[in-house]
């Protein structure tokens, strides 16, 4: 397991500024250099914003985009999903926070009901449940999952069985940065290895370790 902890230009949330699969990973470009995921990876900003994790998701099969996403920044992604080889697509819809309304691996995802776009189920190419977490809309933002395990909302622990089945790998509930239930926002993860915020705990680092099964 590779593991660092940093913050970006004072920002501990990173999970806002990328997600991590095991075929690649989207950060800003802003974030500084880093082999901890241990995959090929892009820099990049998405509509003029670093928030690369809270407005994106992906798996190794595809990554989703919002709507609002140029036709210049959409043609370098798909120029680095060609050389890497995944699907790129952009979704419609009012809510566009998409790294905050889907979470997923490679076995399975959960989608906010609030998201519409059936071309999710085809870009990730995974079985999708639609559903909330932990009493909440934002289903993404309250789970962080690789295909080793899952991280979830302290909130979560009656759903984790249901999430293990849809993800198919086990998880635990946690929190990051000192407290913080909306796990996907501080941690950026793959089965090779983990990113979090600075804030974090050594507690909350021993649960998301054990939650990602690294240990």
Same mark, same amino acid.
């Given at each position: 397991?590779?593991?660092?902890?940093?913050?970006?230009?004072?920002?501990?949330?990173? @999970?806002? !500024?990328?997600?991590?699969? /095991?075929?690649? =990973?989207?950060? +800003?470009?802003?974030?500084?250099?880093?082999? $901890?995921? &241990?995959?090929?990876?892009?820099?990049?900003?998405?509509?003029?914003?670093?928030?690369?994790?809270?407005?994106?998701?992906?798996?190794?099969?595809?990554?989703?985009?919002?709507?609002?996403?140029?036709?210049?920044?959409?043609?370098?992604?798909?120029?680095?999903?060609?050389?890497?080889?995944?699907?790129?697509?952009?979704?419609?819809?009012?809510?566009?926070?998409? @790294?905050? !309304?889907?979470?997923?691996? /490679?076995?399975? =995802?959960?989608? +906010?009901?609030?998201?519409?776009?059936?071309? $999710?189920? &085809?870009?990730?190419?995974?079985?999708?449940?639609?559903?909330?977490?932990?009493?909440?809309?934002?289903?993404?933002?309250?789970?962080?999952?690789?295909?080793?395990?899952?991280?979830?909302?302290?909130?979560?622990?009656?759903?984790?069985?249901?999430?293990?089945?849809?993800?198919?790998?086990?998880?635990?509930?946690?929190?990051?940065?000192?407290?913080?239930?909306?796990?996907?926002?501080?941690?950026?993860?793959?089965?090779?290895?983990?990113?979090?915020?600075?804030?974090?705990?050594?507690?909350?680092?021993?649960?998301?370790?054990?939650?990602?099964?690294?240990?």
């Amino acid at each position: 397991m590779r593991f660092t902890q940093l913050q970006v230009h004072g920002e501990t949330f990173i @999970g806002l !500024l990328g997600f991590g699969t /095991d075929k690649y =990973a989207m950060l +800003s470009d802003d974030f500084p250099k880093t082999d $901890v995921l &241990d995959v090929p990876h892009m820099g990049t900003k998405v509509y003029g914003t670093g928030l690369v994790g809270m407005l994106c998701q992906g798996n190794s099969n595809g990554m989703l985009l919002p709507y609002f996403v140029s036709d210049e920044d959409m043609a370098k992604i798909k120029e680095f999903a060609r050389e890497v080889g995944f699907n790129v697509a952009r979704i419609g819809g009012r809510h566009t926070a998409l @790294g905050n !309304l889907i979470a997923c691996n /490679d076995h399975g =995802a959960i989608v +906010s009901p609030t998201v519409e776009d059936k071309k $999710v189920e &085809d870009i990730l190419d995974v079985e999708t449940v639609r559903m909330n977490v932990a009493g909440s809309s934002e289903s993404g933002a309250c789970i962080l999952a690789t295909n080793k395990g899952f991280l979830a909302h302290n909130d979560a622990e009656e759903q984790l069985q249901e999430i293990s089945a849809i993800l198919k790998v086990k998880g635990l509930c946690g929190t990051v940065n000192y407290g913080f239930p909306f796990v996907k926002s501080g941690v950026i993860a793959n089965s090779k290895g983990y990113m979090a915020g600075m804030r974090t705990t050594g507690i909350e680092l021993g649960r998301i370790e054990d939650a990602l099964g690294f240990i």
